[in-house]
């Protein structure tokens, strides 16, 4: 393929032929002790054309003038050696063949071999060191790694791998395929629709071409695999490259966003199937991590619900900012384990202490803190389910209100530094139980704010539904799909805003370090999602068509359920902050003294099991939650 010659290429040459010129020109200098005879000047000044022809040829000829710098890799260099040996052997010979070196020095050809692969080599990595840490790529391990790629590649075994994008992202795909011997896998080409990397070469490996080239590649290549690196890459472009896919009938995976790879390398491990996920077109979060960095770094920092889906996206993401130490306080045996051996592999550096515990035991509470005094606190133990807490409203108030208490008081009598309670949009005019716990939840946070001999900053994050969470929507699809149907979806208008956990934990984050206290901080959640329309997309990404291979079906509000979510009530203010992504509610204080013996009240009914009773003093300390008027004795 005929190479793109565009400004950039011509500021190369330019900067070679400099370097070319130095080099020769250094080089007899050093040969005559920086004294140059003139006999020496006028050889030079004959062979210049000569030896810089013969360099940019044999530079073009090894592909030098494809690639890209900023992705330069050990192949690049090699390849530098190699057209710069084949320069200097072609000029000797030439030289030979003239004149039998008569009134040349002949070692001035081997310093100037040197100074070339010097300057050459120094240049591209120098370029390279700009743009990322290039150093951690060429420590003994990656040569080891590239030399094993390099003697698989002459294999040639596994199938032939094309990447769509040759940005960042596709770069470092390629370098995992490259440097990871256990790969059997290759990579042949990529594929990008920016004009300026066509026929260029990042790893050696050529821009075939377009996007929309899939089909004609896969044929002419024999491509067996598709990986699309675009994380940024919107939803609509995502349907079009998937259906580009399916029509050249190859496999496709895709790398996902940047923030759901923890260490920020990417790994085979990394690479998955396309999911819904991918087709919502979530921009990634611009952190300021230095302010993040700065309240997470060197410090103790607990994390209750550590396993559950936000917990554990809290505590993989808080890892990433070097605390001393994360307290993982769960109760759920299991996922706690898990979660444990994960942490403890992906950070080595930091201290890792699983706590099996319970929020809603204050005793226990008290003897955890007082053990590690923990400086920040993440509040994300709840529950969540809808129907379930419908049913059980005394759980709501223990697990959720009560538990919440415990937890405030005690990150208070500890003078902890911050206190970030992980809220939900159902908490606004809440039509259900569940909603209704959690706002009273955030006005127990909200009121310890107030207190004038309080030491501890308590922040409230608001936002949505995720995408992957336990008790997610699509997980239910995708089992129903597999069962050949029918979906179920409750109801033909309900929407629901989402995004991605990555996302939300990363912004709970930021909005950490941004509270002063008693903020209630909303996440902008983008465009709501109808239900139905991705219960429909689902089964199209499965292969079938709705209502066709796989029937829907309307079963109908399920208890405590609305058809949409808001972030905010009429009676809340929003204020924007300096983050695009997050927003400020002002909203009315809270008395405690009130609030008190309404919770005080709840309790007694919490251990008496009365549900009725319950349901009325959440709307006396929430007037806005909608009563449900369907009861669900045991």
């Avoid at 706590?355 to 400086?375: T, Y």
Wanted: proline share 4%; net charge neutral.
């Amino acid at each position: 393929m005929k190479i793109i010659v565009n400004r950039n290429f011509f500021v190369v040459l330019l900067l070679d032929l400099i370097l070319l010129f130095c080099s020769i020109y250094l080089a007899h200098l050093i040969r005559f002790d920086f004294t140059l005879p003139a006999e020496q000047w006028n050889s030079l000044v004959t062979v210049l054309p000569f030896l810089l022809c013969m360099k940019l040829f044999c530079f073009y000829f090894f592909d030098l003038y494809k690639g890209i710098w900023r992705y330069t890799s050990l192949n690049d260099l090699v390849n530098i050696v190699k057209a710069s040996t084949a320069a200097t052997v072609g000029i000797i010979v030439l030289i030979l063949y003239v004149n039998r070196f008569e009134n040349i020095s002949r070692s001035v050809y081997i310093i100037d071999w040197c100074l070339t692969v010097i300057f050459m080599i120094g240049t591209r990595v120098l370029i390279r060191l700009g743009f990322s840490k290039f150093t951690e790529d060429i420590g003994f391990k990656e040569i080891k790694d590239a030399f094993l790629q390099t003697m698989k590649l002459g294999r040639r075994q596994g199938n032939r791998v094309l990447i769509i994008g040759a940005g960042d992202c596709g770069e470092m795909v390629c370098r995992e395929f490259r440097e990871n011997a256990s790969i059997k896998s290759y990579v042949v080409g990529f594929l990008d629709d920016d004009k300026s990397k066509l026929g260029r070469k990042i790893h050696g490996i050529p821009v075939m071409g377009k996007i929309e080239d899939i089909g004609r590649v896969v044929e002419s290549a024999g491509i067996e695999d598709v990986i699309i690196a675009i994380p940024s890459i919107g939803p609509d472009r995502m349907r079009y490259i998937i259906s580009l896919c399916e029509q050249a009938d190859v496999n496709f995976k895709t790398v996902p966003d940047m923030g759901e790879i923890i260490d920020g390398r990417i790994k085979m491990s990394s690479i998955r199937d396309v999911e819904y996920r991918d087709l919502l077109g979530r921009k990634p979060v611009k952190l300021d991590k230095h302010k993040i960095g700065a309240y997470l770094g060197g410090k103790v920092v607990l994390v209750t619900g550590a396993a559950g889906s936000i917990g554990s996206g809290l505590c993989k993401q808080i890892c990433r900012y070097a605390p001393e130490k994360i307290i993982l306080f769960e109760r759920a045996e299991s996922p706690l384990y898990d979660l444990d051996l994960e942490l403890k592999k992906l950070f080595r550096s930091v201290e890792i202490i699983p706590v099996l515990g319970d929020v809603q035991n204050k005793e226990e509470l008290l003897k955890i803190f007082d053990a590690f005094h923990p400086q920040i606190v993440f509040h994300a133990a709840a529950y969540k389910h809808v129907p379930m807490m419908e049913k059980y409203p005394w759980k709501a108030a223990e697990n959720n209100i009560f538990a919440t208490r415990n937890i405030v008081d005690t990150a208070d009598r500890f003078k902890c530094e911050k206190f970030v309670f992980v809220s939900t949009d159902k908490a606004v005019n809440p039509f259900n139980v569940m909603g209704a716990s959690k706002r009273i939840s955030e006005m127990i946070v909200q009121s310890h704010s107030t207190m004038k001999h309080s030491k501890t900053r308590f922040i409230t994050v608001r936002f949505g539904n995720v995408i992957g969470s336990v008790g997610s929507v699509i997980p239910l699809f995708k089992k129903q799909i597999q069962e050949g149907g029918p979906v179920t979806v409750t109801h033909p208008e309900m929407i629901r805003f989402f995004m991605l956990i990555p996302e939300a934990c990363q912004l709970i984050l930021q909005a950490g370090s941004m509270g002063k206290g008693g903020e209630i901080f909303i996440l902008k959640m983008g465009a709501p999602v109808k239900i139905d329309t991705m219960a429909r997309d689902l089964i199209r990404f499965s292969g079938f068509e709705p209502d066709v291979d796989i029937k829907i079906e309307y079963t109908g509000l399920r208890p405590g359920e609305k058809l949409y979510e808001e972030l905010m009530t009429d009676q809340e203010n929003v204020v924007p902050t300096a983050h695009e992504k997050i927003m400020i509610l002002e909203s009315s204080q809270v008395d405690m003294k009130v609030l008190d013996e309404k919770l005080d009240a709840l309790r007694t009914l919490s251990e008496k099991r009365n549900s009725e009773e319950i349901r009325k003093v959440f709307k006396q300390i929430v007037p806005e939650y909608n009563l449900n008027p369907e009861q669900h004795p045991l």
